[in-house]
């Protein structure tokens, strides 16, 4: 059984996985107890890994290259991943 903080990581990141297929995104968790979302744009082929981590201001998710949006925010994250995927759509 997984820790406290690996039980809030995944929720996040399911979160997130849940409204990604609304912004034409495809996820898959992966990791095991260590989880990560692999996104993936059917479009233009692009994928990133997602992390979720705490930090000071709470929880953030982290992505490449260089993106960043808060966990409490999983809409607004899902659009900047789509602007990250898919730059001319």
Do not use: C, K
């Not at 997984?2 to 929720?11: D, H, I, L, P």
């Not at 609304?22 to 744009?41: A, K, Y």
Request: net charge negative.
């Amino acid at each position: 059984m997984g820790s406290a903080y690996t039980g809030e990581r995944r929720v996040r990141l399911e979160s997130l996985a849940e409204l990604l297929p609304g912004h034409g995104l495809v996820s898959r968790m992966v990791g095991g107890d260590d989880p990560v979302l692999w996104v993936w744009s059917p479009r233009t082929s692009r994928q990133t890994m997602v992390f979720a981590t705490p930090s000071h201001g709470g929880w953030v998710f982290l992505w490449s290259p260089r993106g960043q949006g808060s966990a409490d925010d999983p809409e607004r994250a899902a659009r900047a991943l789509r602007e990250s995927l898919e730059p001319d759509a």
